[in-house]
């Protein structure tokens, strides 16, 4: 159930980032044809562009948490035994959580302080900009914990909190491979 959760999450992140990507697309590429054609421009579509692209960058850092795709130096704890990899990312893990609980009292520190405080044009309340550390923190605490949950629980090979590219290609052409042989048994490979 929770893996299955874990995927939709992990889908509706990524929904949410091509959105946003796409409408900063939009807009600065709007607006570049706009000002170089007509001499004119969308008023709200540098600040809107700039508010979209900080939530993308959040958000595509919780996704990137999921997918076990941020950069980590594991050379030194894939040589140590098991349990001695099991402290050390029960520890980096207990200092990464630590950070998130920083940033979302930071960042609901920041909300209520700008709260009053409106973009010029876009008319918004600045508190959108800084609500993104709360739903950050929120989201790596989820990550975080569930690939800790996950690093203790399976095999040694996942005893990591991040993962090289050709691994987590590996573990992707796995699991499609698997959603194919369910989806069609009577196909051979």
């Known amino acids: 159930m929770f893996s299955r959760l874990g995927r939709y999450a992990s889908r509706g992140l990524e929904w949410v980032i091509v959105a946003c990507l796409s409408i900063m697309g939009i807009l600065v590429f709007g607006n570049v044809v706009l000002r170089y054609a007509f001499n004119s421009g969308i008023a709200v579509s540098e600040e809107l562009a700039r508010l979209l692209f900080v939530w993308l960058i959040f958000l595509g850092a919780i996704l ?3 997918q076990h795709a941020h950069i980590g130096f594991d050379t030194l704890v894939t040589k140590l035994p098991r349990a001695w990899r099991k402290a050390l990312i ?6 990464m959580l630590a950070a998130c609980v920083m940033f979302i009292a930071g960042g609901w520190q920041q909300m209520v302080i700008n709260l009053d405080n409106a973009y010029p044009v876009l008319g918004i309340s600045y508190a959108w900009l800084y609500a993104v550390a709360i739903a950050f923190g929120a989201g790596m605490i989820c990550t975080i914990s569930t ?3 996950k690093a203790f629980r399976y095999r040694d090979e996942d005893l990591v ?3 090289d590219i050709g691994t987590r290609i590996e573990d992707k052409m ?6 194919r042989h369910q989806a069609h048994p009577e196909k051979p490979e």
Do not use: Q, R, V
């Not at 029960?90 to 200092?95: F, I, M, V």
């Open 90 to 95: 029960a520890a980096t893990g207990a200092l």
């Open 64 to 66: 990137a948490s999921a």
């Open 174 to 179: 796995e699991d499609l491979i698997a959603h």
């Open 147 to 149: 690939n800790m949950w």
């Open 161 to 163: 909190l991040t993962k």
